[in-house]
């Protein structure tokens, strides 16, 4: 994917480069080190799978697991989902993301909202093949939805008192060293 950045107020104005780092929000190349905004840059001669992801851009949300190519793995999910709504999807948000490692394979389990659907996605593959790779996703009723959310949002508020006390720690020492 090939990408020429357009906003004349970025260092990088004119510059061309193909794109080896994409998120939601930004995308970038490691060899030239350059990141800059989605909405800075002009998508050049692009291929089917790379218009759908770009099209589907919110998938970038939810992380690569470490055996597949991104191209791949993204065009998996938006394939996955498109067949499970029947149709066209706007908007993704991600609301749960584990990921496993084990001797040999790995496992990714998703909980999403696409638009209004609520869908679980359990993708179970082998290291380094593209043939071995199991995908299922499944309709989750609302009342799980919103129980799985609300776990979520305890959890990480948790984790967010508990980041906080670390760093008022770090301040009552750094004051005393004062």
């Known amino acids: 994917m090939k990408v020429r950045v357009t906003n004349k107020n970025s260092l990088f104005y004119g510059q061309e480069f193909i794109v080896d780092l994409m998120n939601h929000q930004y995308v970038g190349s490691k060899r030239g080190k350059i990141i800059v905004k989605f909405e800075d840059v002009e998508f050049i001669s692009l291929t089917d799978s790379e218009r ?3 099209l589907h851009r919110e998938i970038l949300k939810t992380s ?5 190519n991104g191209l791949f793995y993204y065009n ?3 394939d996955t989902i498109c067949r499970h709504i029947e149709g066209d999807f706007n908007r993704v948000e991600v609301i749960k993301e584990d990921y496993k490692e084990l001797k040999r394979v790995w496992e990714k389990n998703l909980l999403i ?5 609520p869908v679980k ?5 082998q290291y380094y093949t593209k043939n071995s790779i199991d995908v299922n996703i499944t309709t989750v009723s609302q009342e799980e939805f919103i ?4 776990k979520e949002e305890e959890k990480l508020e948790k984790e967010i008192r508990e980041r906080n ?13 004062i």
Do not use: F, Q
């Open 52 to 54: 759908s992801i770009l």
């Open 64 to 68: 690569i697991p470490k055996a597949l």
């Open 76 to 78: 998996l999910l938006i």
């Open 113 to 117: 909202l696409v638009d209004k659907i």
């Open 121 to 125: 996605i359990n993708i179970i593959g």
């Open 147 to 150: 129980r799985e959310c609300l």
């Open 165 to 177: 006390k670390r760093i008022e720690g770090i301040k009552r020492a750094v004051s005393m060293a």
